[in-house]
């Protein structure tokens, strides 16, 4: 108890020093992306993803719709990835409505595509409204999924956290057990679901280390692009959404500029504040657009890369 309470006023002491002022630039990022469906939104995902490949992040994901339903989009925009760009590449997969041998069979293609990270989940059900079922012969849950991903290859392994409890869970303690079978079972990191207050990343943390859990936890940030979607998904999910955010967000819906200024200024104050509470490595749900996610690292002193090559040939000149 005493070590989380120093950790605790460290964090206070440290949130007083501004992170804007001297950014040190020893930020790690990655980003999320969902595969497109259409050709329009095809091009939409390339230039974001060819905006955000220069910050060199550590890894970009790529969704996994309920029931497979974008199986082969996934494994073709992470195949993409994985081929075109520089950039590791991470297939999100979950349980749902597939057996094991069908999810075997999907990761062994990413395998041999040269994906080596998944993002293990265990999904949300096809049919909204109804409860979650193991599908017949499948993987029971994420941390039965990563158990088996470790059979097949040494993949890297990411799987889901949730700060504010998931909607399925009994209660945060049951929640966090479940995090702890996930992590035993071979998980490398946990990436959270957004939030929106730091306190509540810091309570999570601090509760999932008292569990015995000392795997990496990054943060999931959501930028917000639309206030109204923002408040449904929050709502499914159980994320809780400040009041003082609906303020800053009214009478925005018609200046998409203006409501991006204040997007990538809430964001990046939360970044700031979980770095000055030691997060060093942030996960940004990007929606397919680039703009807040390259704003809010900018702020965070995460610059665009440049080759020893190209830095050698600018010194000579």
Known sequence: MTVLLDAARERQLAQASPLFAEVPGDIGVSFEFFPPKSDKM?????????????????FVSVTYGAGGSTRERTHETVARIAR??????AAHLTCVEATKGEIDDVANA??????RHIVALRGDPPEKGKPYA?????????ADLVAGLRKLHPFEISVAAYPECHPDSVDQTADIDNLK???DAGANRAITQFFFEPDTFFRFRDDAAAAGI?????????PVMSFAAVSRMSAMCGTDVPSWMA???????DRPEARQLVSATIAAELCRRLYAGGVRDFHFYTLNRAELAYAICHLL??????SAEVSAKENAA
């Open 247 to 253: 303020t800053l967000f009214d009478g925005l819906d």
């Open 110 to 115: 990413y395998w041999d595509a040269g994906v």
């Open 214 to 222: 000392d795997a990496e936890i990054v943060p999931g940030i959501m």
């Open 84 to 89: 075109e760009t520089t950039m590791p590449a």
């Open 181 to 183: 079978r996930k992590m």
């Open 301 to 306: 002193g995460v610059r665009p890369q440049i």
């Open 42 to 58: 095809h091009a939409q995902l390339w230039d974001a993803i060819e905006t955000l490949a220069p910050l060199g992040p550590r």
């Open 134 to 142: 193991t599908h017949p012969g499948g993987y029971e849950n994420a």
